[in-house]
């Protein structure tokens, strides 16, 4: 059941039946799983009157319409997963233990990390902030909802990625996990950002891959900076085990108006890209990724 705060709330009700979506091809063709853990856009009720923020300025947070513009990826043959819960309100891209107990107005009843940068960055798995920085809350949460959005949909969206993970490695002998998001547009931010906690998380012969095929569809394209891969590439990466994790960040002045959260004009153009893309890189050999990876330093985003 709902908690007694959100008895009334249709958007909680609704994630609750429903905390992300699967697309899955029959027969899945390719070892690559795309994962959107930052594109949802269902927003409880409760959530939305708990905060000071306005809605526009809630939808900063997300991977706006990320999930659309890498739809191409099922029709390719490769399943993925969406969440459908907003970052602001639970953001399934860190530990969950990446709380910050001085938002909540009790003691917590999970575990909780506060030597977290990302915690201290008010940027945990229950934000304090959206991305600009501004506070989302009024007050303190009741502290029962660490344990709720960690039990109700955090776990449930691991517990199915892990699934894809697992079924793609049985059937093809490897898995490959492409995380999509977004970054905001600043002067010096290339088209893409590829991501692979410097080699650690998957093969050279697959970072290279997605950059040449991004490449070939005309994005400029870098490796590792300023995005070198958060806690999904950190905790699948394991490539000596067959499991590949790579971090995409599409640069949002390419297809979003970022005032207003909505598809810009050329939305549909770099769609058709990123297809030609992910064409070229579903294409890699998957025995050219059986390889251990370089062993070479992390960050931790």
């Known amino acids: 059941m709902a908690s007694e705060r959100y008895t009334r709330d249709l958007g909680l009700a609704d994630l609750e039946r429903r905390a992300f979506d699967i697309a899955r091809p029959s027969p899945q063709r390719v070892p690559f799983i795309f994962a959107f853990p930052h594109s949802g856009r269902v927003y409880p009720d409760g959530f939305v009157a708990s905060s000071r923020l306005g809605a526009t300025a809630l939808r900063r ?56 940068a990302r915690v201290n960055a008010g940027l945990g798995v229950i934000p304090r902030i959206v991305r600009d920085g501004a506070e989302i809350y009024r007050g303190k949460i009741p502290a029962r909802e660490a344990s ?6 955090y776990k449930p969206y691991h517990t199915a990625l892990n699934a894809l993970i697992e079924d793609t490695r049985r059937e093809f002998g490897i898995a490959i996990i492409v995380d999509c998001h977004s970054m905001p547009s600043a002067a010096a931010v290339p088209d893409i950002v590829l991501g692979d906690r410097y080699g650690m998380s998957a093969a050279h012969a697959l970072m290279r891959g997605a950059e040449r095929a991004f490449e070939q569809s005309a994005f400029t394209v870098a490796r590792n900076a300023p995005y070198a891969g ?32 909505e598809r810009a004009p050329g939305f549909a153009n770099v769609q ?30």
């Open 61 to 116: 947070s997300e991977d706006a319409y990320v999930d659309e513009l890498f739809s191409s990826a099922t029709r390719l043959g490769a399943p993925a997963i969406s969440a459908r819960f907003p970052r602001a309100f639970l953001d399934v891209n860190r530990a969950p233990s990446e709380l910050d107990p001085a938002m909540f107005d009790g003691a917590l009843q999970i575990p909780f990390d506060t030597a977290s």
């Open 272 to 301: 058709a890209r990123i297809a030609e893309a992910l064409d070229a890189l579903t294409m890699v050999e998957p025995g050219l990724v059986r390889g251990p990876p370089r062993q070479m330093p992390w960050a931790a985003e």
């Open 148 to 153: 709720e959005r960690i039990s109700k949909f």
């Open 230 to 261: 958060g806690y999904t590439t950190h905790l699948y990466g394991r490539p000596t085990l067959g499991v590949h994790a790579l971090q995409i960040e599409i640069n949002r002045a390419l297809y979003l108006d970022e005032e207003r959260i």
